[in-house]
T-cell receptor, first 114, second 114 residues
């Protein structure tokens, strides 16, 4: 089944403890992106990747890192999480990086930083 | 630069009555426009998209939207609401030809009552 898989679904951690949220797609998509969703703010783009080894900042990249070593995987890394990074995170992918393609979303990761 | 404004954070309709969710956009380029729906505890799903073809776009589940360049609007409509339409809806703008940045609206929560 074609899908975007995020793990974990829920994560509770403490300030400063490094964590990684994984994202994998099995559709051979070129474009992948990370978003955070906060009440009243909609979804805001954190980082995106146009293809392997090509990543760039979105609107809210501070405190996050990403890598795209393989086409299928696009992990989101929080080196030193802080409480203001408590949020619902979504990974998404699309076949090509044209801006006109449908985005396929993962099920989300609810992160709480204490 | 681009932005999107969803004019209502919450809309309530009775089952069987029309739905109107309003979206205005701003873009320095030719935009691609999308509507996504998010049901509780789920990822986002594409309803429909506009990519410079027909200005009236039909989507899934009976939804449609009309691109009006003169009004910079892309309102989402449905002739008759169903209980299963209760969800959060996001209007999204991107620059046609590149997926470098997608900008989401803050969302409209649709409530459907009996």
């Amino acid at each position: 089944e074609a899908q975007v898989t995020q793990n974990p679904r829920y994560l509770i951690t403490v300030t400063g403890k490094k964590l990684t949220v994984t994202c994998s797609q099995n559709m051979n998509h070129e474009y992948m992106s990370w978003y955070r969703q906060d009440p009243g703010l909609g979804l805001r783009q954190i980082y995106y990747s146009m293809n392997v080894e090509v990543t760039d900042k979105g609107d809210v990249p501070e405190g996050y890192k990403v890598s795209r070593k393989e086409k299928r995987n696009f992990p989101l890394i929080l080196e030193s999480p802080s409480p203001n990074q408590t949020s619902l995170y979504f990974c998404a992918s699309s076949p090509r990086a044209t801006g006109s393609e449908k985005l396929f979303f993962g099920s989300g990761t609810q992160l709480s930083v204490l | 630069a681009q932005s999107v404004t969803q004019l209502d954070s919450h809309v309530s309709v009775s089952e069987g009555t029309p739905v109107l969710l309003r979206c205005n956009y701003s873009s320095s380029y030719s935009p691609s426009l999308f509507w996504y729906v998010q049901h509780p505890n789920k990822g986002l799903q594409l309803l429909l998209k506009y990519t410079s073809a027909a200005t009236l776009v039909k989507g899934i589940n009976g939804f449609e939207a009309e691109f009006k360049k003169s009004e910079t609007s892309f309102h989402l409509t449905k002739p008759s609401a169903h209980m299963s339409d209760a969800a959060e809806y996001f209007c999204v703008v991107s620059r046609a030809g590149t997926a470098s940045k997608l900008t989401f609206g803050t969302g409209t929560r649709l409530q459907v009552t009996l």
